[in-house]
């Protein structure tokens, strides 16, 4: 592709160089370069692009996009400057792959909790509704049955530039995919076009990186704020900033809820460990996922279902049959009768929802005992919180190991106890290794007892000091209670 067709809408403020040369690739890690690339010098949180032109000229680029030119100019470089290489990475991303957001209907999701119930509940729904769909998700990305492995809730520019561009390619319809706060801050969705946005909630995370809740909720806002008026913004109205979501987008607005008026709503009728009987907008519909928190994701994807037009009766009887995420409220039963329920809730908001919805659903004598940890190098005054609510829920709690990334787990560990009250320390147990954790919590379980492992959910690994180990939640209890 030729510099002048990628350059087509982007805000240029000075060229130095030919616009016809060559464009083979687009890149903004300089080690991935090769001959006839474009580069794209960006300012992140680790390092700064700019700081690696020449090795990226060294590796082949012919192109390079950066905001202040260098003091050497080399003849055979063009060099396009612009004020925001990362906004301006993802508009070359797409005009290089072909704008391939418009070739489909793309419905970003967004909120702490429940982005990826619900993207992975739109792509099970509307494929069986018989699209061909994709999904980017947390746990994995597809293209119809095809699983491409996830490295991020929402990935770079150019890597999700190209599987949308394999998504056209390959005749999907629609695309369901997680918009992270940090994606949104950080540009990677800039130059997409979105049929919809989903607001699922928004509660206490990620303020390691925001640095203050109110500039959280201004990153989720920004997503709506971006969508034109073709498209529709779909918020859960029962979250306190749900309304917040809707003050400026162009988009059509709509609601949903289970308490307040909502343009879609919804009502439990029946609880139990498989399942739940759901009146939605006047229809009643048992689906086989669980919890006040499951009612509102499941809403949210009827809502957004009937704004992209398919017929009522036919999306309840598909959501009917379909089955949530991975990781997500994933239940095991032993043969002696232990209930194990997996869940990747890791925001007090979550762990509170899962314990809830426990607590309403066990029966007398039913003990509830959590498996709990934190992550390092992450948001740490969520940590005393999440421990509060477990206690607080449970009867009995062992608090352990998640990924402590570059952290000391013991450290992490003491973050968390700081939520314990001293009349609660004697149904508190710590135990740092996280396999002997849930190996423990299930040699305390008497037949019928609860055993919520709780944070990691889908992951199959456990990463220490920059390594990644094998480490599956679900797999270690189903071991432990085929010993028992």
Not at 282 to 294: A, D, I, R, T, Y
Request: aromatic fraction near 8%; proline fraction near 2%; charge should be negative.
């Amino acid at each position: 592709m030729k510099l002048r067709e990628l350059l087509h809408a982007i805000p240029v403020q000075q060229l130095e160089g030919i616009l016809e040369v060559e464009v083979s690739s687009v890149c903004f890690d300089s080690r991935k370069v090769s001959a006839n690339s474009l580069f794209v010098a960006v300012r992140g949180v680790q390092t700064d692009g700019h700081l690696y032109l020449d090795k990226a000229i060294e590796n082949g680029a012919t192109v390079l996009v950066l905001d202040t030119l260098p003091e050497q100019l080399q003849a055979e470089v063009t060099y396009v400057v612009v004020a925001d290489t990362s906004y301006v990475l993802g508009l070359l991303a797409s005009n290089f792959y072909g704008d391939p957001s418009k070739g489909l209907k793309l419905v970003g999701i967004t909120g702490t909790n429940g982005k990826t119930t619900i993207a992975t509940l739109l792509f099970n729904l509307f494929k069986s509704l018989g699209y061909h769909v994709g999904l980017l998700s947390t746990v994995e990305n597809k293209i119809g049955d095809r699983v491409i492995p996830a490295t991020h809730t929402t990935p770079d520019p150019i890597a999700l530039n190209m599987l949308l561009r394999e998504m056209v390619d390959e005749g999907c319809d629609y695309c369901f995919m997680e918009v992270s706060s940090h994606a949104v801050v950080q540009q990677r969705i800039a130059g997409l076009r979105f049929a919809g946005g989903i607001f699922s909630n928004i509660t206490h995370d990620h303020l390691d990186f925001h640095g203050t809740f109110d500039h959280y909720i201004k990153a989720k806002k920004k997503f709506f704020d971006d969508l034109d008026r073709f498209a529709f913004a779909l918020t859960n109205i029962d979250d306190r900033n749900g309304s917040v979501m809707l003050q400026n987008t162009f988009a059509h607005k709509k609601t949903y809820g289970l308490k307040n008026m909502a343009d879609f709503k919804a009502k439990i009728i029946e609880s139990h460990l498989d399942g739940m009987l759901l009146q939605v907008d006047g229809h009643e519909v048992w689906v086989k996922l669980v919890g006040g928190f499951n009612a509102y994701n499941l809403l949210a994807v009827y809502g957004a279902a009937i704004l992209l037009e398919q017929e009522t009766m036919k999306v309840l009887t598909a959501m009917s049959d379909i089955a949530g995420a991975e990781g997500r409220f994933d239940v095991v039963r032993s043969a002696n009768g232990l209930v194990g329920i997996v869940d990747y809730a890791h925001t007090p908001d979550a762990v509170e929802n899962v314990l809830s919805t426990i607590r309403e659903l066990r029966k007398s004598g039913q003990q509830i005992i959590t498996v709990l940890g934190c992550g390092g190098d992450r948001d740490k005054t969520k940590r005393p919180e999440m421990a509060e609510v477990a206690v607080r829920l449970s009867d009995k709690v062992i608090i352990t190991s998640d990924n402590p990334r570059t952290e000391d787990p013991m450290a992490i560990i003491r973050d968390m106890e700081a939520g314990v009250d001293s009349k609660d320390r004697k149904h508190v147990f710590t135990i740092a290794e996280r396999k002997e954790a849930i190996r423990a919590a299930c040699h305390l379980a008497q037949p019928g007892d609860i055993v919520l492992v709780a944070g990691k959910g889908h992951e199959k690994y456990q990463e220490v000091n920059g390594v990644r180990h094998h480490f599956d939640d679900k797999e270690i209890l189903i071991e432990t209670f085929n010993e028992q």
